[in-house]
């Protein structure tokens, strides 16, 4: 007998702002916005958008199809389950419409009566090409803005069948996004057939207050990151990446009086690799119970050409001067140099230092900008003041301004992104966890 799977609980619904009705209505037969062929949801983060998306795109769905297929992305898998799958799973338990998931890597579906919805994560070539044989009725695309363009042109593409919507939801990113170019500017609306909503926090009538108030306090006013998931405006991010910081250095540097009286409960070590032109850096990253508090406590950066040999002894040494005073199970290196990890974890490995030796994530230089302009803002980032690399490298670090527009970090050479790097190395795997908490 198959284990007989484990039910997840049914939603439980608040009422619905009037900018969620939309949402979940626009499509219905009579109505003006039904004319539309793709309805665009984007504005602050925790707005009600993916919410009043599942269920519009469930009810329209059901009502206007039968036996048709449709597509669900998210930006990963990973993500689509997490922030899609699960709540929509909810939603089916509690208006008690039967269903089935099929869990399978390559054909991952839910069936919902005589209607198919696959699932994709928009970042693999294995999910383009799956896209390809597909005819679908609709899509709906969440966080569409954080996809490659090429996933959103193949996703509406597929769409051909008779009535077929595209249902999208996003922050706003950079004016110059191509979800912007492409369909929100009032030429093309007019033209693709957008119907646009754009959301605040206040259309979330589920979030408290104290809730909202404690988002909006998650980046600095005037900041771009305030700008976009905040205010829920396109705009472009320029000069100094971390202004609040460069503005303010001291009250962000501590000294060991400040570790006498909060608790470390472990740390991290962040690796990046030096180049011909590039710096070797290790950042030792400590957190506070509960990560009230994350905070960079040791610094290593070597500029000089190093052997193999110099720079393992350099790191072993460095782990055990982290290992005296912290926990410290891991370190993510840089990944672009597998024979310099296999290195460092012989290395350890001869000096009975036991230490985990990872890949970092590397996942988008974007994320890690917000979530340290994130903690910045909440007064959550300490540096110890003898890391004097790291806080150079925060202070000065700025976006391109050849590539305007496009939220690049300037990396030309002279700029130390190496500290940089080694510090968001350090962070990266608990980054989307403590985003939020403590908040
Ligand atoms: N009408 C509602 N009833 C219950 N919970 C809601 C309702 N609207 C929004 N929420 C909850 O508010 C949170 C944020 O909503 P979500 O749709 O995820 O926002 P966004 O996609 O804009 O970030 C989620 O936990 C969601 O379940
Ligand atoms: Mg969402």
């Known amino acids: 007998m198959p284990k007989k799977q484990k039910r997840p609980a049914k939603f439980k619904f608040l009422p619905f702002s009037a900018q969620q009705r939309r949402l979940m209505h626009w499509w219905r037969p009579g109505l003006m916005s039904a004319n539309n062929d793709f309805v665009i949801a984007d504005g602050a983060i925790r707005s009600g958008k993916t919410i009043a998306c599942i269920i519009g795109f469930l009810t329209w ?62 970042n693999t070539e294995a999910a383009q090409d799956a896209l390809q044989g597909l005819t679908a009725a609709g899509a709906y ?57 754009h959301f605040m926090m206040t259309d979330n009538l589920s979030l408290s207050k104290a809730r909202r108030e404690a988002y909006e306090r998650s980046w600095s006013h005037g900041s771009v990151f305030y700008k976009r998931f905040v205010m829920g ?11 609040q910081f460069a503005d303010n250095v001291k009250d962000y540097l501590i000294t060991d009086k400040w570790l006498e009286e909060n608790e470390i409960i472990y740390a991290t070590i962040g690796v990046d690799f030096g180049g011909t032109k590039s710096a070797h850096s290790f950042t030792l990253t400590g957190f506070t119970r509960g990560y009230k508090q994350v905070v960079v406590l040791d610094e290593y950066y070597c500029k000089k050409r190093l052997n193999p040999k110099q720079l393992q002894d350099d790191f072993v040494d460095f782990v055990r001067r982290a290992r005296l005073k912290y926990k410290v199970y891991e370190a993510y290196c ?65 976006y391109d301004e050849k590539k305007k527009n496009m939220d690049v970090r300037l990396d030309d050479g002279l700029m130390n992104v190496d500290s940089l790097d080694s510090t968001e190395y350090s962070t990266e795997s608990v980054q989307d966890d403590i985003l939020y908490i403590a908040a």
């Open 61 to 122: 769905s059901n009502e206007m199809f039968e036996g048709q297929s449709f597509i669900l992305a998210g930006k990963t898998m990973g993500a689509l389950k997490k922030n899609v799958i699960r709540p929509m799973m909810q939603i089916l338990e509690a208006w008690g419409w039967p269903y089935d998931y099929i869990r399978s890597g390559t054909d991952a579906r839910l069936e919902i009566g005589s209607n198919t919805y696959y699932l994709y994560g928009a």
């Open 141 to 197: 695309l969440d966080e569409a803005a954080l996809f490659p363009r090429s996933f959103i042109d193949q996703a509406i593409g597929r769409c051909s069948v008779d009535g077929w919507k595209v249902w999208m939801n996003c922050n706003p990113e950079g004016p110059h996004h191509y979800i912007r170019e492409e369909f929100l500017l009032p030429e093309k609306q007019k033209e693709k057939r957008v119907y646009h909503l």
């Open 233 to 243: 405006l396109w705009v472009a991010a320029d000069g100094l990446i971390y202004q």
């Open 334 to 398: 840089d990944s672009a140099e597998q024979t310099l990890i296999s290195g460092l974890e012989m290395a350890c490995a001869q000096a009975h230092v036991s230490i985990d030796i990872k890949n970092a994530i590397k996942g988008p230089i974007n994320d890690r900008i917000a979530f340290y302009n994130s903690l910045i803002a909440q007064g959550r980032w300490k540096v110890m003041k003898h890391c004097t690399h790291i806080i150079e490298a925060f202070e000065q670090a700025v």
